[in-house]
Every structure is written in C-alpha cells, then in structure tokens.
C-alpha cells in the first residue's frame, strides 16, 4: 500500500512539476495546487498506513493508528487553501491589471515599470 | 513547569492584529493601537530576555501536555534575543509607517498585516516544534503577501507573483521534509529529534533531509543559489514593507537554519557544515557583486542584506564559540542597521521621487540630519569599530580562523571593503556632490526619528558590548551545547 501511494505522490509531484514550468499563470496555480496535495498525501504515507482503531484511549483496541499525521495534513490544507485562493486573486487581479497572464510578459527590469 | 510569559511577546501582536482589523476606517485609532501593541510587545519581549538571563530556559506546554507528546514553546537566550529586535523593528516600522505608507494603505488593513507579520516571525522564533515552525511561516508569509501586493500598482501585482510562488514551491518542499522527518524519526519535537538522532545516529538518510532543510531555509533565508527572488520583491513595496521584509523575513530562514545546524544535525558537520560554509561565502561574494553593481538605493541594500545572511552562516558553519557568538552579534545587529538603512533609503526615495543614484545628489544641504545618519549606518554595516556591525565580524572571522577556513575568512574580511564601498556610493552620490533639483523641500521630520533610534540602538550596541556580552554568550552557550536545550524542554516526565 506504501509503495503504491508513494507513486501516487511522484504521480502528482511529475504533473505538478509540468504545470508549475508552462508559462500561463493559472497553470502555475493548479500546479502549485497539485503540488501541495502530493506533499499532504506523502505525510498520510510516511506516517504508516497501519490499519487500526480510532486513536481512542479508552477503547481498548488492539492497535491504534497515528492520528499525529492527520492534524499534520488537516493544518497544510487550511494553509494551503489558504494561500491557493490568495493567490488566484491576485492573478485575477493582475490580469485586469497588466492584461496578461503570460509569465514571459510579466518581465521586469529597472528600465520597464 | 510552563511559564506563560513566553507566549506574551507573540499573543500581543496577535490580539493587536485581530483588533486592528475592527478600525480599519479609522487611520487614527489604527496608528494609536498599533504603537500601544508593539510598546506592549517591547515590554514583554524585554522581560523575557531578562527572565531567560536570570532563570535559564523558559518552557510553555500548551494545553498542559508533557513534551515531546503536546506543542512546545520555548524561549532560549537566542529566541529572546531575536524576539526582542523584532519588536524593537516592529514598533520603529510603525511609527515609520505613519509617514509613508499613504491613506489608501492605511484603510486596507496595513496595520493589522503588520501585526501579523510580528505574530509570524515571533512565533517562529519561539516554538519547538518542527511542524510549528511550518505553521509560524506560513502565518508570516501570509502576512507578507498582502504587506507586499497593498497598494496594487503594477510592479507590485508582477513581483508578488513571483515571490508567491516561490515561496508556495518552498512551503511544500518544507512540509515534504517534515514529512521524511517524521517517517525517519517519529517525532517533531525539536529536543527530542535532537536526543533520538544522537541515539540511534545521524544516518544517510538524515543527512539527506538535513540538507533539504537547507534548501527550504536557504530559500527564505536568502542563501547563495536561492536569492534570486529576493532583489525584486523587496524593491516593490515601499520602503516601510521593505524594512519590516529586510529586517525580519530573511532572518527567520538564518534562524531555523542555526536552530536546525546547531541542535538536530549535528553529527556529520564535515559534509552538513561544509556545505554550508562554502554557500555562505558564495553567498557574500555574489551579494557584494550585486551591491556594487546596482546605482539603485534600494537595490544596493536588498543585496546587502544577502551578503549579511552569508556572514551569519559563516559563523553558524564554523561552529565554534567564537563563531556563533560572531553569528549572534551580527545577526541582531544586522537587524537594527537593515532597518535603519531602508528607513533611510525610503527618506531618500521619497524626497527625490527616484531611486535611481544617478538622479539625486546635494541632498545633505536640506537633510542633515538623514545624510548623518546614513553615514553612520553605513560605517556601521561596514563594520567600523565603535559601531554595532565591528565585534560581530570580528569574532565570525576570529572563528573562521580558528576553524582553519582561512580562504572564507578572507572573503568575509575582503567582504567589508566592498560592502563600505557600496553604501559609501550612495551617501557619495546621494547625499554630497553637486546639488540636483528638487520639487520643493518636502518635510522629512517625521521619517528621520524611526531610523535615529534604531542608529541610536546600533551605536549602543556597539559601545555597550560589555554590558550585552552576558547575554550573548549564554545563547551562543545553549547553541554549542544542546544538552541544554533538552534538558530544559524534557526534563520533568
């Protein structure tokens, strides 16, 4: 299970890579999207996908599973919503303002303001 | 034994920002509640340092819960050192800020993102814990976007998407690492990482996710092959967003990485350490390359503060008390003078309407007091001895010596020369030589006094290294010896 979840995440992080090189702005995003969700799978993954009761102390199950990984995942998610809609309207706005969303034309050196 | 005292210098910006955000109609209360705040942060932070001086580490576990299991803070000598700067940044930001910043600023939450910004940076330099320390990034980085696109012109929408970028690549790498971490390791905690990588060894494997954190640190902490987001960005916002970024941002990079070489890894310093001595002295090379290059003020310092970072790392790298102590000393001071030093070039840019060296000159005809200022900040970022920039070299190079590293020993000394040149360009340029036309002669009265007092601070600093070398020496103590560190965080079970 490890090892297919782990190509899962080079599966994701392969995609995201691609997306995050293509030169239009909401690409980047998406990519950056993928991006984020390979690293959250990858700490579900490198946690240890023991199977397991609810980590319950009371219970008196045989064996738990980790919760540690999952509060770990459920913070990067917020955050990563978070900064995900961020970032989409500030293309959003950027497009309204210099009318692209072509990295090659979001150049700048001191000449050009 | 928790001591709420720790989380004091981080709740008051928080409580600040979050009530900030009630009054953003009203520009007056803002600039009245935010100075209140950061006095209050001030205090606080002040306290702390004096309690870690006088008590030894301070540890809270929040919500009651025994390290390693719940969230730790803990306030060493370093932290609260760093913490204490930071709200002296804070508060002379904001008062700079009143100035500059301009209405439209000031009515879309400026205040309250900078109060997050402090929230952020404390936080990161307070917690014990590796995933917090992701968390604490993101809150700063958070902050750091609105700070930077606030005002929307289009330089600033262009550049903040670089840099968001960027930094979202290198948040996902950091949680990636903290992922192989925990898979290695099974702990976050950054004490008990350091206690079960001496027992069972610092393996291949950890050796290779010491050097990934490098890589995300490095990102933000601006390091040799990774700065290159840096002169942009910074150059975008205005000189007040640029000072706070100058004199914080970076720094938290230089802080995790020191935290991360001096407490978890340490038991393959040839390869690990080598590493980064030899990216702290590409480092300074290539910034003073760029500072020298630019005829742009704020060019000039953004590539100043790169060849700071190296100078840091250097003495991170060599290890050795003199050179963490070194690293220490030029790391608060390189805080205060980065501040004084943006304050100043925002003086310049603001009275001559352009950044460009080229365009300005004779300003110390009308600006006294700002021309002597920059003087004195420069001599102090060069590192002439009665200011606050001298004995923190002095002793990274002395450790570098020790070390046997004479060749980024010598960089760092041939460093200082070009650094001199640098800003000693612009106070040539800008401030003497032939007077160029001016609109007027706008006031600068209230924009000089934030970069007084933070001149003031450096030359104190430097004049009163007897009376800060206690201090000094016993965070360069608990970085040399973790058992310190761990003993205080995991003592009572």
């Known amino acids: 299970m490890e090892v297919m979840m782990s190509i899962v995440c080079g599966i994701l992080f392969m995609a995201a890579t691609y997306l995050m090189l293509s030169k239009s702005l909401l690409r980047i995003i998406i990519g950056t999207g993928l991006l984020s969700h390979g690293a959250h799978l990858l700490i579900l993954t490198m946690g240890g996908l023991k199977g397991g009761a609810a980590p319950l102390l009371g219970e008196k199950a045989k064996s738990y599973v980790d919760p540690l990984p999952q509060a770990l995942i459920l913070t990067a998610i917020v955050i990563s919503f978070g900064v995900t809609a961020f970032m989409l309207v500030l293309a959003y706005r950027s497009y309204q303002e210099l009318g692209t969303d072509n990295m090659d034309h979001m150049r700048g050196t001191d000449s050009h303001e | ?11 008051f910006p928080l409580i600040g920002g979050i009530l900030l955000i009630f009054f953003n109609k009203k520009p007056i209360v803002q600039r009245i509640l935010s100075v209140i705040f950061s006095i209050a942060a001030l205090t606080a932070s002040s306290i702390l340092v004096w309690t870690v001086h006088k008590n030894g580490i301070q540890i809270v576990e929040i919500g009651g819960w025994a390290p390693p299991y719940g969230i730790t803070f803990v306030a060493d000598m370093y932290a609260s050192l760093l913490v204490l700067t930071t709200s002296i940044i804070g508060l002379t930001g904001v008062l700079y800020s009143f100035r500059t910043v301009g209405k439209a600023r000031e009515y879309f939450f400026y205040y309250p993102a900078v109060q997050f910004l402090l929230t952020g940076v404390t936080g990161a330099f307070l917690t014990g814990d590796i995933f917090n320390l992701f968390v604490f990034f993101e809150v700063l980085l958070m902050a750091s976007y609105v700070l930077m696109v606030l005002g929307g012109t289009k ?61 995300v640190f490095g990102m933000k902490g601006a390091i040799f092959p990774l700065y290159f987001w840096m002169p942009g960005s910074y150059q975008a916002p205005p000189a007040a967003v640029s000072a706070l970024f ?100 925002g003086i310049m840019i603001s009275i001559t309407g352009t950044s ?33 920039g001298f004995i923190g070299k002095l002793k990274v190079i002395q450790g570098g010596f020790e070390a ?67 201090f000094i020496t016993q965070a360069s103590e608990t970085l040399l010896d973790p058992s310190i560190y761990i003993e205080a965080v995991l003592k009572e079970q």
Request: glycine content about 8%; aromatic content about 12%.
């Open chain 2, 1 to 11: 034994m928790s001591n709420n005292l720790v989380m004091m210098p981080l709740i």
């Open chain 2, 155 to 215: 330089r600033q929408l262009r550049e903040s998407i670089k840099y968001i970028a960027v930094n979202i690549f290198s948040s996902a790498l950091f949680v990636i690492t903290v992922a192989f971490l925990y898979a290695v390791t099974g702990t976050l905690n950054m004490a008990d990482l350091s206690v079960k990588i001496s027992e069972n060894g610092q393996s291949g494997l950890l050796t290779v996710i010491a050097i990934l954190f490098l890589i």
């Open chain 2, 246 to 345: 100058g004199a914080l941002l970076t720094k938290v990079g230089v802080y995790a990485i020191t935290r991360v070489y001096t407490l978890i890894f340490i038991h393959d310093k040839a390869f690990t350490h080598g590493i980064l001595a030899w990216l702290a002295a590409l480092t300074i090379l290539f910034g003073v390359i760029g500072a020298i290059a630019y005829w742009d003020v704020k060019k000039i310092v953004i590539y100043n503060i790169i060849t700071a970072v190296g100078v840091i790392l250097f003495g991170v790298a060599v290890a050795n008390p003199a050179g963490i102590e070194g690293s220490i000393y030029y790391l608060l001071h390189d805080m205060i003078i980065k501040g004084a030093l943006f304050f100043l070039a």
């Open chain 2, 356 to 388: 460009n060296l080229k365009k300005m000159g004779g300003l110390i005809q009308h600006y006294p007091l700002a021309g002597w200022m920059f003087f004195l900040s420069a001599i102090a970022l060069a590192g002439i001895p009665p200011l606050s």
């Open chain 2, 404 to 470: 046997g590293e004479y060749a980024i020993s010598l960089v760092v000394l041939l460093s200082s020369l070009l650094v001199l040149y640098s800003v000693m360009k612009i106070f040539i340029n800008g401030f003497w030589g032939e007077e160029k036309p001016i609109n007027g002669n706008p006031s600068v009265k209230g924009m000089v006094y934030p970069a007084v007092i933070l001149v003031a601070l450096s030359a104190a600093f430097g004049l009163g290294t007897e009376f800060i070398a206690p």
